[in-house]
């Protein structure tokens, strides 16, 4: 049988991949990351292959600037909420990056439902996120840039001098989340009446969580106008969690010296075998039903992951991209 000509040939890959965009424009999924190159530029080799969720901020979804792709291999689109494509600012957190997001409160003085934040919500649960049904573990990495100087004033309530307790960074929901609560997140919550950077965790959907608490002043971990590098990881094998800052590790204490999560009697502890209803960032309720812990501040190379991320690995991830300051 003759060889397909040259031109012939060259038409049928065109055609092909005509039709493959053409079917990721109608269902509005981003493919999953399947090798890495440029897109994986900014994040260390030791990460790459264990990325479930990923966000840069320089990949709008196709046909729809409003939402953002993932770079990671769940393909977990992320809905820019409010802001649309405007969330998208031009601000390098380090190196290897572009654009970074901007989340903020919009009015607030009106129970609205305008602040800017990111996220995506599904009330069955993502299955896209399946990595972290029944996980053993869980991290969060990425760099944010505060821009306020302390938790927003309270939009839901009529007292003038009210605030939220918290500023939300990012993180995983839960298999029951009803858009707040959380398994794995890096956040800024108020701890025996001062605000502290915590990582908070949840094994068990409906169940207890636990906060682990950095002791520096969040000011100095994180001055306003400043890019900083964070990770938070979270062990539902033995209730440990961690907190870095720029590549080290942070002291820190939890907030509860009972066993929230239940780790201590016999058997096999993990997460709760459900999968998260998706992921919030800037805020808490990414389904945008209401206005709860704005955070005015900037974010870049969001990493969620099905594992506890070591400190040596941490570390080279921030290395990676600052060459080594």
């Known amino acids: 049988m003759p060889r397909p000509r040259p031109r012939l040939r060259s038409a049928v890959l065109a055609t092909t991949a005509a039709a493959l965009a053409g079917l990721l424009a109608t269902t509005g999924t981003a493919t999953p990351a399947q090798g890495h190159g440029d897109r994986h530029r900014a994040v260390h080799p030791e990460l790459r292959h264990r990325l479930v969720a990923y966000y840069d901020f320089d990949h709008p979804l196709r046909g729809?600037?409003?939402?953002?792709?993932?770079?990671?291999?769940?393909?977990?689109?992320?809905?820019?909420?409010?802001?649309?494509?405007?969330?998208?600012?031009?601000?390098?957190?380090?190196?290897?990056?572009?654009?970074?997001?901007?989340?903020?409160?919009?009015?607030?003085?009106?129970?609205?439902?305008?602040?800017?934040?990111?996220?995506?919500?599904?009330?069955?649960?993502?299955?896209?996120?399946?990595?972290?049904?029944?996980?053993?573990?869980?991290?969060?990495?990425?760099?944010?840039?505060?821009?306020?100087?302390?938790?927003?004033?309270?939009?839901?309530?009529?007292?003038?001098?009210?605030?939220?307790?918290?500023?939300?960074?990012?993180?995983?929901?839960?298999?029951?989340?009803?858009?707040?609560?959380?398994?794995?997140?890096?956040?800024?919550?108020?701890?025996?009446?001062?605000?502290?950077?915590?990582?908070?965790?949840?094994?068990?959907?409906?169940?207890?969580?636990?906060?682990?608490?950095?002791?520096?002043?969040?000011?100095?971990?994180?001055?306003?106008?400043?890019w900083v590098f964070l990770a938070a990881t979270f062990d539902f094998t033995d209730g440990s969690m961690a907190l870095y800052r720029n590549g080290r590790p942070l002291d820190g204490f939890y907030t509860r010296t009972d066993d929230p999560w239940q780790v201590a009697g016999p058997g096999r502890h993990r997460a709760t075998a459900t999968d998260p209803r998706g992921i919030k960032i800037g805020g808490s309720f990414p389904q945008d039903t209401r206005e709860q812990n704005p955070c005015d501040c900037r974010m870049d190379s969001l990493m969620f992951l099905d594992r506890v991320v070591p400190a040596r690995q941490v570390e080279k991830q921030y290395r990676h991209v600052t060459g080594g300051r």
């Open 64 to 226: 729809d600037p409003d939402r953002e792709r993932d770079l990671g291999r769940s393909g977990s689109t992320l809905d820019l909420v409010n802001g649309g494509a405007a969330m998208r600012v031009p601000d390098r957190a380090h190196r290897g990056s572009g654009r970074a997001v901007q989340t903020r409160q919009v009015d607030p003085a009106v129970a609205g439902n305008d602040d800017w934040k990111a996220g995506v919500y599904a009330p069955t649960g993502l299955p896209s996120l399946h990595a972290f049904n029944g996980a053993a573990g869980a991290s969060v990495l990425g760099w944010f840039k505060m821009l306020g100087d302390g938790p927003a004033p309270n939009s839901n309530t009529a007292a003038p001098g009210d605030r939220f307790n918290a500023i939300g960074l990012a993180g995983v929901l839960t298999g029951d989340s009803d858009g707040h609560a959380v398994r794995a997140l890096l956040e800024l919550i108020t701890v025996d009446g001062e605000l502290r950077l915590v990582a908070l965790g949840r094994r068990l959907d409906g169940g207890e969580s636990q906060t682990f608490a950095a002791a520096g002043d969040w000011r100095t971990l994180l001055p306003v106008g400043e």
